[in-house]
């Protein structure tokens, strides 16, 4: 057993478990999605995606690329939380919680993506 892949996989896995967690909930109601998620699921995101970089396959290079989409969504869903919150007078409206978990609902589906590329690389080698 290969113990960087079973890391590896782990922080996809946990990246994408994090993302589901703070997505579940109604769309516009601050109370059922947690800051502190969000940003576990940015940082769990940001550390699969420096494991990923140095892979030279073209299934490497497409779990960079959508790991890097998961951290853009991600980042952009913290900056429209943190400008909400501190920078103007706006605060949570569920118009602004409904633009931070879209913006989690598509790196949610990045990570899925990140999810499948990385179990078809691993049924490949299998065989």
């Not at 990140?114 to 299998?126: I, K, N, P, Q, R």
């Given at each position: 057993m290969n113990m960087s892949k079973v890391v590896f996989g782990f922080f996809v896995?946990?990246?994408l478990t994090l993302?589901?967690?703070f997505f579940i909930g109604e769309i516009d109601n601050p109370d059922h999605h947690n800051v502190y998620e969000l940003f576990a699921a940015l940082v769990v995101g940001l550390i699969a995606t420096v494991m990923k970089l140095g892979e030279r396959s073209q299934?490497?290079?497409m779990l960079?690329?959508?790991?890097?989409v998961v951290d853009l969504h991600l980042i952009a869903a913290a900056l429209v939380w943190a400008?909400?919150?501190h920078v103007t007078d706006i605060g949570l409206t569920p118009a602004v919680m409904a633009t931070?978990?879209?913006l989690s609902g598509g790196a949610l589906l990045?990570?899925?993506l990140?999810?499948?590329?990385?179990?078809?690389?691993?049924?490949?080698?299998?065989r």
């Open positions: 896995l946990l990246a993302n589901f967690g299934m490497s290079a960079l690329a959508s790991s890097l400008f909400a919150v931070i978990v879209s990045a990570n899925l990140s999810v499948v590329l990385l179990t078809l690389e691993t049924a490949g080698f299998s």
